[in-house]
């Protein structure tokens, strides 16, 4: 959603990188560029002008002109502010002292809110909570189903004693639910208002009837980030009507240009709680300012990304992994259901693209994360379970009858499976030798590696000393001064071995202590 303005700032930065000092012509025009960028952005008129202020007065300021390095001092002018209008701080989930916790979703038809509501069930059950989703939307056709549906693939509580389609009093199911989450031991309620196509006073009416029957602890207001400028306006008016605490982005994935994200937390004063970026049920999380403000900064979000991995990632797991690699065969116990077993655990972290995405300077190659085919994992996956056991422990015995076998069962080319064999041999490899603190191979300056400057010179001269020289009198000569050398080095030796007086150092005069003549023969 971010690529556009990711594109325009990173140009206008890069024309600063290399100067020296920055004139005021040059921060007029850097301002000028990430104005322009931001309202192409869909931002917020008033955010735009404050945001540009804020930027412009820092910029003019001693932290940029007594800096080392002014362009990079700008860029963390921008990163803060852009921090600063993203909401600041991350702000959390208020829970109630006694539970359950009511949270209250509200917002216009077709924003996502079921589905956001199971999302959100999900997540809380993934924390430790157990929750409870109320269908209080009856009059859309099947919305009651839908949030069963979610409910069950979250695998979460459903409170649905209405049928819905017309038919029920919400306001009554939202009262009569806390209670039922108090019988039934629920610790969280999150209760599904109905949505309007546009705002009326009998959406706001009813939405404020269930917010006084249940007094929530949260009212969390959903937005589709990709409606633009629209979504501010729908947001204050429901600040106005309702009241929201804080408030859910969702659809965050789609090709809107997003000027909603950052302008919705400045206009209305509330912080942008949560992130919803994809279909799937895991494919939301906590929305933290500094880290999405690192992401359209091209800075990547090594965070999140390490978070994920956390989540995902067993910790006996991955020292189990971490010691077949380091083991003295040479990493040979890594076998290729274990290989198997890493791909698969990745996948669950969620898209290969949007991981990349994560990691800094990325951005650089955006168009080739985004044409990442996905399957490819899929056909690894099914080339190495095409594989019999013994295959997999030993892929050195693959031979090319093996090969054929292996490509007909997964469906690929038989090229494809060689490649495979080979690329895990070389990863097996490296991963073994990075494991075992040698760094990696081919790395100039790294410790360990082929490569390596250092070892480079020190072969060289390795090899220059062993030169002999053609002519008789010069091979004799350099024969000399070796042997001198070698001379003069044995005499300079500090001791013998165990620390003992050498030959010529009072080594004559040393005598073994009484208690340890006896073990001399």
Same mark, same amino acid.
């Given at each position: 959603?971010? /690529?556009?303005?990711? $594109?325009?700032?990173?140009?206008? %930065?890069?024309?600063?990188?290399?100067?020296?000092?920055?004139?005021?012509?040059?921060?007029?025009?850097? !301002?000028?560029?990430?104005?322009?960028?931001?309202?192409?952005?869909?931002?917020?008129?008033?955010?735009?002008?404050?945001?540009?202020?804020?930027?412009?007065?820092?910029?003019?300021?001693?932290?940029?002109?007594?800096?080392?390095?002014?362009?990079?001092?700008?860029?963390?002018?921008?990163?803060?502010?852009? @921090?600063?209008?993203?909401?600041?701080?991350?702000?959390?989930?208020?829970?109630?002292?006694?539970?359950?916790?009511? *949270?209250?979703?509200?917002?216009?038809?077709?924003?996502?809110?079921?589905?956001?509501?199971?999302?959100?069930?999900?997540?809380?059950?993934?924390?430790?909570?157990?929750?409870?989703?109320?269908?209080?939307?009856?009059?859309?056709?099947?919305?009651?189903?839908?949030?069963?549906?979610?409910?069950?693939?979250? +695998?979460?509580?459903?409170?649905?004693?209405?049928?819905?389609?017309?038919?029920?009093?919400?306001?009554?199911?939202?009262?009569?639910?806390?209670?039922?989450?108090?019988?039934?031991?629920?610790?969280?309620?999150?209760? /599904?208002?109905?949505?309007?196509?546009?705002? $009326?006073?009998?959406?706001?009416?009813?939405?404020?009837?269930?917010?006084?029957?249940?007094?929530?602890?949260?009212?969390?207001?959903?937005?589709?980030?990709?409606?633009?400028?629209?979504?501010?306006?729908?947001?204050?008016? %429901?600040?106005?009507?309702?009241? %929201?605490?804080?408030?859910?982005?969702?659809?965050?994935?789609?090709?809107?240009?997003?000027?909603?994200?950052?302008?919705?937390?400045?206009?209305?004063?509330?912080?942008?709680?949560?992130?919803?970026?994809?279909?799937?049920?895991?494919?939301? /999380?906590?929305?933290?300012?500094?880290?999405? !403000?690192?992401?359209?900064? #091209?800075?990547? $979000?090594?965070?999140?990304?390490?978070?994920?991995?956390?989540?995902?990632?067993?910790?006996?797991?991955?020292?189990?992994? !971490?010691?077949?690699?380091?083991?003295?065969?040479?990493?040979?116990?890594?076998?290729?259901? /274990? %290989?198997?077993?890493?791909?698969?655990?990745?996948?669950?972290?969620?898209?290969?693209?949007?991981?990349?995405?994560?990691?800094?300077?990325?951005?650089?190659?955006?168009?080739?994360?985004?044409?990442?085919?996905?399957?490819?994992? $899929?056909?690894?996956?099914?080339?190495?379970?095409?594989?019999?056991? #013994?295959?997999?422990?030993?892929?050195? @015995? *693959?031979?090319?009858?093996?090969? !054929?076998?292996?490509?007909?069962?997964?469906?690929?080319?038989?090229?494809?499976?060689?490649?495979?064999?080979?690329?895990?041999?070389?990863?097996?490899?490296?991963?073994?030798?990075?494991?075992? +603190?040698? #760094?990696?191979?081919?790395?100039?300056?790294?410790?360990?590696?082929?490569?390596?400057?250092?070892?480079?010179?020190?072969?060289?001269?390795?090899?220059?000393?062993?030169?002999?020289?053609?002519?008789?009198?010069?091979?004799?000569?350099?024969?000399?001064?070796?042997?001198?050398?070698?001379?003069?080095?044995?005499?300079?030796?500090?001791? +013998?071995?165990?620390?003992?007086?050498?030959?010529?150092?009072?080594?004559?005069?040393?005598?073994?202590?009484?208690?340890?003549?006896?073990?001399?023969?």
């Amino acid at each position: 959603m971010f /690529d556009t303005l990711s $594109d325009r700032l990173a140009a206008t %930065f890069k024309n600063l990188r290399g100067k020296g000092r920055l004139s005021e012509a040059d921060i007029d025009a850097t !301002a000028r560029e990430i104005r322009i960028a931001l309202l192409e952005a869909d931002v917020a008129l008033p955010v735009v002008r404050a945001f540009i202020k804020q930027v412009k007065e820092r910029a003019t300021g001693v932290e940029v002109s007594a800096a080392l390095n002014p362009a990079q001092q700008v860029i963390k002018i921008v990163n803060e502010e852009l @921090i600063g209008i993203l909401g600041g701080e991350t702000r959390r989930l208020r829970f109630a002292k006694q539970p359950p916790t009511v *949270i209250m979703l509200a917002g216009l038809q077709g924003a996502g809110k079921t589905t956001l509501a199971g999302k959100l069930g999900r997540w809380l059950k993934a924390q430790g909570h157990s929750p409870l989703l109320v269908a209080c939307d009856l009059q859309r056709p099947n919305a009651v189903n839908q949030l069963s549906v979610v409910a069950e693939r979250a +695998g979460v509580g459903i409170y649905a004693p209405q049928p819905g389609n017309g038919v029920g009093d919400p306001v009554q199911v939202a009262k009569d639910s806390v209670e039922f989450a108090r019988t039934k031991q629920y610790d969280v309620v999150v209760v /599904d208002t109905a949505g309007r196509l546009g705002i $009326d006073q009998e959406l706001m009416q009813q939405a404020a009837d269930i917010r006084d029957a249940v007094s929530p602890d949260e009212v969390l207001f959903v937005v589709d980030a990709m409606i633009g400028q629209d979504a501010v306006n729908t947001a204050e008016a %429901f600040r106005d009507g309702v009241g %929201f605490d804080g408030v859910v982005l969702s659809k965050l994935d789609g090709d809107a240009r997003g000027g909603a994200a950052l302008s919705i937390a400045h206009v209305t004063g509330r912080q942008v709680m949560f992130a919803s970026n994809g279909e799937k049920l895991d494919d939301f /999380d906590a929305f933290h300012p500094d880290r999405m !403000a690192s992401r359209i900064l #091209g800075m990547g $979000d090594m965070l999140t990304l390490i978070e994920k991995a956390e989540q995902t990632f067993s910790q006996q797991e991955a020292e189990k992994m !971490a010691s077949k690699l380091a083991s003295s065969k040479g990493g040979k116990d890594f076998t290729l259901d /274990d %290989f198997l077993a890493q791909m698969e655990q990745v996948r669950k972290m969620g898209s290969i693209s949007k991981l990349l995405g994560m990691l800094p300077g990325m951005g650089q190659i955006k168009d080739q994360i985004n044409n990442l085919d996905e399957r490819d994992v $899929d056909r690894t996956a099914a080339i190495i379970k095409s594989m019999t056991p #013994g295959e997999r422990q030993e892929p050195t @015995i *693959i031979n090319g009858s093996r090969r !054929a076998r292996i490509a007909k069962g997964s469906g690929v080319e038989v090229s494809a499976v060689k490649n495979l064999v080979e690329r895990f041999f070389e990863a097996r490899k490296m991963m073994s030798r990075m494991a075992q +603190g040698g #760094g990696m191979p081919g790395m100039p300056g790294m410790p360990g590696m082929g490569g390596g400057p250092g070892k480079t010179k020190k072969k060289q001269k390795q090899a220059k000393g062993k030169q002999r020289s053609g002519n008789p009198m010069k091979r004799k000569q350099q024969e000399d001064e070796a042997a001198a050398r070698r001379a003069a080095a044995e005499e300079a030796a500090a001791g +013998g071995a165990f620390g003992l007086p050498a030959a010529g150092q009072g080594g004559k005069d040393f005598e073994l202590p009484d208690e340890f003549k006896k073990f001399m023969g």
